[in-house]
């Protein structure tokens, strides 16, 4: 099978909110990802494809300031996020939204929106930030004194990002929102987020559910072994054996 070559990225006239250049991070001795480059703008979804293994996660991990950036260099706004502690990160306006839906389920949804405020001190701001995320997920609204225990998977899962979004991102890191959801609810993830994108949010997003998630991606970025292998705008991806070659093609020859 032939290798499928990195594409230039196309430029459009604005400058990323998040670089990452030549990353590489892990975990301890064990180095997960040893060359990836990905870059999101204001308005825009990059979409992170790869295997299970392909370093994904511990890429969006080492945006956070949950793993520590080892080599190459990630920039937010121009700067440095090198020694940057994770609730630094927050201020700045980096959000994340961990896999496996992420809630404390023993408190009530509006509970745990004012705790996704926590940066944002002044209850009243707050308060009016958790109608903001109702309108976004009406269903929060309608169950807001209702425990996230009480919840189903796809409903803990809009609670998760909503929680997120409560301190105000400008980017927003998203690692597999859709698993374990039935399609009719993925699809209603996916429509948020298109909607979040339109507001100016600029939103890195793990995927494995690639149909769905590239159907509303702007730039598309594929790893295999902890390296970038494709990365390209979705529009110059025409051909959708280029796509399935950089994510089964390497690994697999």
Known sequence: MATVTEKTEQQD????LLDV??????????KVVRDVSVSVRPGQITVLLGRN?????????AVAGLNRIDGGEVRFEGLSLAKAPPHDRVRRGIGYVQEGKRVFRGLTIEQNLLLGGYTRRRRVSLEQEAERIYELFPVLGERRDA??????????QMLAIGQAL?????????????????????AEVMERLTALKETGLAILLVEQAVEASYAIADHVVVLDSGRTVLS???AEVDDVTVLQEA????AGA
């Open 13 to 16: 006239g604005t400058e990323p």
């Open 21 to 30: 250049r030549n990353l590489a991070t892990g975990y301890g001795d064990l």
């Open 53 to 61: 293994g392909a370093g994904k996660t511990t890429t969006l991990r």
């Open 147 to 156: 425990a996230a225990a009480s919840m189903s998977g796809g409903q803990q």
């Open 166 to 186: 409560m301190a105000h991102p400008r980017l927003l890191l998203l690692d597999e929102p859709s698993g374990g959801l039935a399609p009719v609810i993925v």
């Open 232 to 234: 390209a705008p979705v």
């Open 247 to 250: 994510y089964f093609g390497r």
